[in-house]
């Protein structure tokens, strides 16, 4: 999918202030290790670099559009019993307000590995209320520089995101009636029985209807903080901007049933985009061109690091 801005002068302009900021503090930080005769105070001509992990300590908040509304979507199929006797029935839902304008994430994962100005990280986060059997999440790597005043540090990164909502069953939409009979949906079929990973057949009651989608994006993000040469264990404030690169959001569904062996289970089956022919798909009543969210917006975050730093070897005169 191009890349296409909603707002766009506004998103750009973002954008380019974040990276006019990160070049002149990339400079002011490069004039810094140079010394010129001033004693260093930050603890960087000391100690090489330092690592830094977050596990399950902090959340954070992704701000977007809001979008209230009528979102409806329909489809044929067709069902063979095991007479081999054929139906055919027309799936249909309605869902209001399927999105909110935020969204909290928590239990962060990152890991970050840091030099005198330059730095790396990662971190993966878990979004709240969202889904069928798994919840959603938010990953993104990038590349910083980093500059110090004094006891503090701020951090300027541009990141690659992606966020899927929700992981694996979506926001149901409803069901079909899949006992006894094999269905056949747009792009695949769902049998009247599924193995699991235990090698046991469990038969198939009903066939979930969901909808999920995931998104790329560039996250340019500043960060305040201790300076991680001086204090190990910190908390860290960062404010990020998302601009979405591509959606894609499609239908999945998910088998439901049960065995006398393991009770219920479930199993999930990756179904067409949302876009696709044969997929009737509308909001607010008018066609669906797109999917149905843009995570574009604010990115606000507060966790708690554990840095670890490497000292410099002494040389012997």
């Known amino acids: ?56 300590t902090g959340g954070a908040v992704q701000f977007f559009r809001k979008r209230t509304g009528l979102f409806s979507v329909g489809f044929p199929y067709s069902a063979v019993d095991g007479s081999g006797a054929t139906t055919t029935g027309t799936f249909s839902a309605e869902q ?11 239990g962060p994962l990152a890991f970050e590995a840091g030099w005198r100005h330059d730095f790396v990280h990662f971190e993966l986060s878990f979004l709240l209320g969202k889904g069928v059997s798994a919840p959603g999440w938010k990953s993104f790597f990038g590349y910083g520089r980093i500059c110090y005043t004094g006891s503090y540090a ?35 079929e769902s049998p009247s029985t599924f193995i699991t990973g235990r090698n046991e057949t469990i038969n198939v009651s009903t066939l979930e209807v969901t909808y999920a989608q995931r998104e790329w994006s560039l996250m340019p993000e500043v960060s305040l903080l201790p300076n991680p040469y001086r204090k190990p ?37 990756p179904g067409p985009n949302i876009l696709s022919s044969g997929i ?23 966790r708690f690091d554990v840095a670890y730093w490497k000292k410099k070897k002494k040389t012997q005169s």
């Open 96 to 106: 209001r307000n399927v999105f909110g304008s935020a969204s909290a994430f928590v």
């Open 233 to 269: 264990n910190h908390f860290e404030l960062s404010v990020g901007y998302t601009l979405p690169i591509s959606e894609y959001g499609g239908l999945n569904f998910i088998q439901q049933g049960s065995s006398t062996s393991s009770g219920t289970a479930s199993h999930l089956l």
């Open 280 to 302: 009737a798909a509308s909001y607010n009543n008018q066609p669906l061109k797109a999917p149905l969210y843009r995570f574009g917006g604010f990115y606000l975050e507060l």
């Open 154 to 188: 701020i951090k300027f990164s541009l990141n690659l995101s992606i966020t899927s909502d929700p992981r694996q069953g979506g926001d149901k939409l409803g069901d079909i009636d899949n006992s006894n009979k094999t269905v056949y949906l747009p792009g695949g």
């Open 1 to 56: 999918m191009p890349l296409t801005f909603n707002q766009g002068r506004d998103r750009t302009l973002c954008c380019l202030v974040c990276l006019t900021a990160n070049l002149f503090f990339s400079s002011v930080a490069t004039a810094q290790s140079t010394g010129n005769g001033v004693g260093d105070t930050t603890g960087t001509s000391q100690r090489t670099h330092y690592f830094s992990c977050t596990v399950l």
